[in-house]
């Protein structure tokens, strides 16, 4: 058996879903842009410098969640699917995913973004498995605050072992595995597989691929 796993935004997708999911959510007005943006971009940047305090983060994006109710909040992610989500998919990422899907690979979706998000994105990909941050939630309403581990960085090795183990499996269990991601956040997860794929990366993972001769891909050239 094999093991292929792929993070979300800016691999899969052509963008960032939680910044696409904020800016949905600016346009149907229902967040204040100047506060919103701004935050954004500041969280964007220790994010790329590998300094973001994950937990302050969600604290913030998740936040829009709480203040909603979910019949509205369900109806906005079905149009922010199609507005979105759908235009920001690669052919050629489709393509990546369905060659492991048709090896019989287990296959999984692993993200930082939130599950309320990335779930419907997982089924547009045919991807049963979703380890993603999870919104903690009380009678069915968002409470704002990120429940258990945040998938991300190190968090996203703890979950998937997690998952793993909650088969019975863990990585060793798989013949070849595989992780596809573009940020060197990522790099706790891809140096526990065999194949670690750098899709699209940031100067830091490119270096860093190159520096041990990981695959390097680009998913973008089709669209």
């Given amino acids: 058996m094999n093991l292929a796993l792929f993070d979300l935004d800016n691999t899969l997708i052509a ?24 935050r954004n971009l500041v969280f964007y940047e220790q994010y790329k410098a590998g300094t973001l305090d994950i937990h302050e983060f969600l604290d913030f ?12 909040l369900d109806v906005w992610r079905d149009e922010f699917m199609a507005q979105y989500i759908r235009p920001m998919i690669p052919p050629a990422a ?12 287990l296959v999984a979706l692993v993200t930082a973004t939130n599950s309320f998000i990335a779930w419907p994105i997982a089924r547009e990909f045919g991807i049963a498995h979703l380890i993603a941050t999870i919104p903690a939630q009380e009678n069915n309403t968002f409470t704002g605050k990120a429940k258990g581990i945040p998938a991300f960085q190190s968090g996203k090795v703890a ?11 863990n990585f060793g269990c798989f013949a070849q595995s595989w992780f596809y991601s573009d940020s060197h956040n990522d790099l706790p997860l891809l140096q526990q597989v065999t194949h670690p794929v750098a899709v699209d ?23």
């Fill in 15 to 38: 963008g960032d879903s939680d910044v696409g999911w904020a800016q949905f959510l600016i346009e149907k007005g229902a967040l204040d842009a100047s506060t919103q943006e701004m």
């Fill in 61 to 72: 994006q998740l936040l829009p969640l709480a203040q909603h109710p979910r019949a509205q």
């Fill in 94 to 105: 489709r393509a990546l995913v369905d060659e492991h899907l048709q090896t019989d690979a």
């Fill in 159 to 169: 979950r998937v072992e997690a998952w793993l183990e909650s088969m019975s499996l």
């Fill in 201 to 223: 990366p940031d100067d830091i993972l490119r270096a860093t691929a190159h520096e041990h001769d990981w695959q390097i891909l680009t998913l973008r050239e089709r669209m």
